[in-house]
């Protein structure tokens, strides 16, 4: 089974995550960051995870270690699940519409981080939840998931549409990337690894 469990703390936050990739959308969200656990429920519903996040962050200086340190542990989980990366499709791009708001989300499952953000005319807020972690959110994801990740927002002017959009295509992105496809041989790189 392609699960992780993992704990992590620090100084600014404390971390239980637990992803399973093959499950069937159940979420249990709790980060103290109310936008997030919405739109960390909205990823695993459509990628149809399972996901488990609790966090005790440093709310009283800001979101923004909270928002990343959660990036960075389910980043490693991510990793964790999909392992050696044998018979997986490995890329998938999808177009999520979200009311007035469309975006498309690329991934290819490399070994290689690399972020590629174009989201322009995000209002400074969503309620209080800082719009710029978002951004922040999917670096830290990237940076330990080792994957290729473009986020392109095609059209919109909904902050929390826009961003809905994304986290919705992000679950259902990496769910095609991560599934198991029969006609894949071994590691799907000319290389051999990935």
């Given amino acids: 089974m392609r699960n992780r469990t993992l704990t992590r703390t620090t100084n600014e936050t404390t971390i239980d995550l637990s992803l399973e990739l093959d499950g069937n959308g159940n ?3 709790d980060t103290g960051v109310g936008f997030l656990d919405h739109m960390l429920t909205l990823f695993t519903k459509h990628g149809l995870f399972n996901l488990s996040v609790t966090c005790n962050g440093d709310l009283h ?3 923004h270690h909270t928002v990343e340190d959660i990036g960075i542990v389910l980043g490693q989980a991510f990793a964790s699940c999909v392992g050696t990366k044998e018979g997986i499709n490995r890329y998938a791009s999808v177009t999520t519409p979200m009311d007035e708001s469309l975006s498309t989300v690329t991934v290819d499952i490399s070994g290689r981080p690399y972020l590629i953000f174009h989201v322009d005319g995000l209002k400074e807020k969503v309620g209080d939840f800082d ?3 978002v951004a922040e959110f999917f670096q830290a994801f990237v940076n330990q998931a080792h994957i290729n990740l473009h986020i392109n ?3 919109g002017h909904n902050s929390h549409h826009i961003i809905e959009s ?3 295509g992000f679950g259902r992105a ?8 029969p006609r894949i041989e071994g590691i799907p790189s000319t290389k051999g690894s990935l």
């Fill in 131 to 133: 719009t710029e972690l």
């Fill in 174 to 181: 990496l769910d095609k990337a991560t599934c198991k496809n």
């Fill in 166 to 168: 994304i986290f919705k």
């Fill in 61 to 63: 200086v800001d979101q």
């Fill in 27 to 29: 979420a249990a969200i």
């Fill in 153 to 155: 927002l095609v059209y």
